[in-house]
């Protein structure tokens, strides 16, 4: 199977080839560049199975309607690029805003010969729980499926545990090893990622708790305080914005060393718990923290990986000698970055 991958913006599609190089799968698709529409009216191949549609949604200032029209965006045409889809493949999915009226979603369809669709509705748990757009599917399997009622839930990383809560993730759930992993990796190898945001959440999780923790600890003076507090020492609403996005106006030079701090003890700890030996902890981990100063968050966790590896290998072999995790980490790294094993030893 191949997809071909149509748009009219050539760096896009510059980006996307980039990151299909990195999931291994460029061989697999072909990019064109041009305009659907137009793509759709000279398409001579065999039909084409499904056709996903993700328009442009006239930036964010498509937020400040109360619902989506097909009609507000103006170029390219929604409803152009849709009739164009329908014309090379009998299934088109539609990747929409979470507003998106669904009054038009019917009429599109019934003008298409659509007896029913099937409305997906998305929600991302990180950074925080929020409806993210809707998915609409105008197939001819939908008017014979039965009805799904419900929702469906899609996890990264382990699995068995807790199902995600609808509140703020505390910033250790938010920074177990195997859900990070994914991020630090498309961040370093992708375009387009995600991290920025997780950045932003944990920075703003961390100071909200670090502001109950200082007024726990001054509640017993804070009557006091309050008789006491001038002019001079009163916050100024306006200085850095107001409501929700105080928790990252004081985002300095100071505060990010002091997340990509915490990130590093989160990830070494992450790592020692799932990895490491019961015994000596604490120097495993005070070795992993400072290793992450050293060499980038994948190279460790490639590390940790091909030592985890190495060590289940060792004990399926004849001897079934008991190897620990750490000694296979620190022998790959002395063998692959011998001059950061040399710092790390002196």
């Not at 029913?116 to 499926?145: G, M, N, R, S």
């Not at 490491?276 to 100063?293: F, I, M, Q, T």
């Not at 290998?313 to 094993?341: D, M, Q, T, Y």
Request: proline share 8%.
């Amino acid at each position: 199977q191949r997809v071909i991958a149509v748009d009219t913006d050539a760096s896009r599609l510059s980006d996307a080839a980039h990151n299909a190089r990195v999931y291994g799968v460029h061989e697999r698709i072909e990019f064109v560049h041009g305009d659907f529409a137009g793509f759709a009216d000279s398409y001579e191949g065999p039909q084409i199975d499904a056709v996903f549609l993700s328009p442009p949604w006239g930036g964010p200032q498509h937020l400040d309607a109360e619902y989506f029209s097909l009609r507000d965006v103006e170029q390219p045409d929604i409803v152009r690029l849709f009739a164009a889809a329908t014309r090379i493949s009998p299934r088109v999915v539609l990747y929409l805003p979470r507003h998106m009226d669904l009054h038009e979603v019917a009429i599109l369809a019934a003008k298409h010969s659509f007896p029913a669709v099937d409305v997906e509705k998305v929600l991302f748990q990180y950074p925080t729980p929020h409806l993210k757009l809707c998915v609409i599917y105008f197939t001819p399997e939908a008017a014979v499926a039965p009805l799904q009622v419900g929702s469906a839930k899609k996890t990264v990383g382990p699995t068995g545990g807790p199902s995600p809560q609808t509140t703020m993730a505390a910033p250790v759930e938010m920074l177990t090893w195997p859900p990070l992993a994914g991020p630090v990796m498309r961040t370093l190898y992708c375009r387009y990622h995600y991290l920025g945001r997780y950045v932003v959440a944990l920075a703003q999780a961390w100071e909200r708790q670090r502001d109950a923790t200082k007024a726990a600890a001054d509640a017993p003076a804070s009557g006091k305080r309050r008789r006491h507090l001038g002019r001079a020492e009163r916050p100024d609403p306006n200085a850095c914005g107001a409501g929700r996005h105080r928790g990252h106006q004081n985002l300095g030079e100071g505060a990010e060393a002091d997340v990509r701090e915490k990130l590093h003890s989160h990830i070494a700890r992450a790592l020692c718990e799932a990895l490491g030996p019961d015994a000596g902890r604490n120097e495993l981990s005070a070795s992993l923290v400072w290793l992450l100063h050293e060499v980038p968050p994948v190279d460790l966790l490639r590390l940790a990986s091909d030592a985890e590896a190495e060590r289940l290998e060792a004990s399926r072999s004849p001897s079934g000698a008991a190897v620990e995790w750490n000694s296979c980490f620190f022998a790959l790294l002395r063998k692959r970055i011998p001059e950061v094993h040399h710092r790390l030893l002196e």
